[in-house]
């Protein structure tokens, strides 16, 4: 899966071999720098140009390069630079149209940046980057982490089934070995660390949303899934024969139409060692693994309906979670539980007009066989507040359609009963460019799923579909604080983006991460 790139961290003073500049390692290769607007560059940057500095103004008058974000300029390297190519990106956003001037960078804006410059790169065999900024900020060694990590995310490709890789738009196994030059590369280092279990969290997470639906059915995915224990995550696998005896009635519905074995995977990471009382309640995350969602009885239509091997996004960002907090030791105490099941029709299938009982012992009148996500978590929420009784539970699903008519591809829709989670997860939204929306609830929309012949009905009518399936979900939460995430706008087939090429996006590893980092650990 060909990620293709191999990066570390080297100090300037390595990294340019100018003739009146620095006169260090000559490494061959290509050579980045950044320039701001009007070409600004910052003083080591110019070092290390040496006498090229000069070549680059006339080149940039030539091209009209202005130092525009997302903007490049590509030179042959004069003799005794060192390198046989130079490369100019450009870091300097466009004010936005409302605002006086740009806002002072943050992190989303550097690892954006390490995903436009490897946007430029990929491909090339040996690249030094020098990151050093024209504008300086505040943590330097944050910033080239930072970087790195878009940079990497950027470089996750899925070829896994392409048997020809050297097609031109495919650049097969080559592979680019980066060298970031910083300041402080023991900082950078430092700081790294926790981007590259965040990385490999990533990238497991789109993995296995790109993966096919004959490879990837629920025992698959649960095996994939007990790999987390090479890094010291329990995981317990529940099978159709466990569930049946514990009560998981809804979830087993959905995946009764299927040759596939439905499964409920239950991961744990033991990060807050010696924490007692309240301090060592987990937290909890909850997915949404519906290997392949056809609609079951109520069928799809077929156009798109490929897209529907993505449907187990939910659960694939609670793995790639999970990896991640396990590869960085995060001090928390996590559980991961996911619902995995293959929704199809067939003369075993569930039909509209059956009633089953969940879990909690609320019965459920089946409406439309294609509103599966809601049946496979009410169970696994219901199981795992009774039996962790976690400080929060907070859900991922491709639950609805109806949120990317409302929402599209920027934001995930956010649903809450707890003020002060919706106001972490918001924060946290724009400090990882994982972005949520917050959407209502409340009691006249639950009343919508009132059914004349059970405790209720899983769907809500024509409108407000999103929301309606949220509060079916608040119905098994019993009263813990809990937000759900309606990402099927989010985690699959958005539009790709400096730091994302690929179809799964692996969307919410980076969010929730920063959540558990930011509020939850020590
Ligand atoms: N998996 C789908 C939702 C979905 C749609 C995800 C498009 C990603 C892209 C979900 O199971 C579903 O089919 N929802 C129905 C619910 C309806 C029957 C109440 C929908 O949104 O149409
Ligand atoms: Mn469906
Ligand atoms: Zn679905």
Known sequence: MAETVQIDFTALKDAGAAPKGRGAKATGGTLVVLAGSDLAMSAETQAILGDAADLVKRAAATAKFKGASGSALDIL???????????????????????????????????????????????????????????????????????MLGMRLRAYKFDLYKTKKNDDDDKGDVRTVISIAVADPAGAKREAKNRDAVADGVTLARTLVNEPPNVLFPAAFADRAKELQKLGVEVEVLGEKELAKLGFRALLGVGQGSEFESKVVIMRWNGAKGAKGDKAKPVAFIGKGVCFDTGGISI???????????????????????????????????????????????????????????????????????????????????????????????????????????????????????????????????????????????????????SKFADMKHVGGRHAGSITAAQFLQRFVNGTPWAHLDIAGTGMSSPSSDINQSWGSGWGVRLLDRLVADHYEG
């Open 77 to 147: 390297a004069p003799a005794g630079l060192g390198f046989d190519r130079l490369m100019v990106i450009g870091t300097a956003k466009k004010p936005a149209k409302d605002a006086g001037k740009t806002a002072a960078p943050t992190a989303p804006d550097y690892v954006s940046l390490g995903g436009a410059i490897m946007g430029k790169i990929g491909g090339f065999p040996r690249v030094t980057v020098v990151f050093d900024l024209p504008e300086a900020p505040e943590n330097p060694g944050a910033a080239a982490a930072d970087a």
């Open 300 to 450: 799809k239509p077929a156009g798109g309906m490929e897209d529907m091997k993505g449907d187990m996004a939910g659960a694939a960002c609670v793995v790639g979670l999970m990896h991640t907090l396990a590869a960085r030791k995060a001090k928390v105490n996590a559980i991961g539980a996911i619902g995995v099941v293959e929704n199809m029709p067939d003369g075993k299938a569930q039909r509209p007009g059956d009633i089953v009982k969940s879990l909690s012992g609320q019965t459920i009148e089946i409406i439309n066989t294609d509103a599966e996500g809601r049946l496979v978590l009410c169970d696994v929420l219901w199981y795992v507040q009774e039996k962790y009784k976690p400080k929060f539970m907070i859900d991922l699903a491709t639950l609805t359609g109806a949120i990317l008519v409302a929402l599209g591809s920027e934001y995930a829709g956010l649903f809450s009963n707890d003020d002060d989670l919706s106001g972490l997860l918001s924060k946290a939204g724009e400090n990882t460019g994982e972005k949520v929306w917050r959407m209502p609830l409340g009691p006249s929309y639950d009343k919508l799923l009132d």
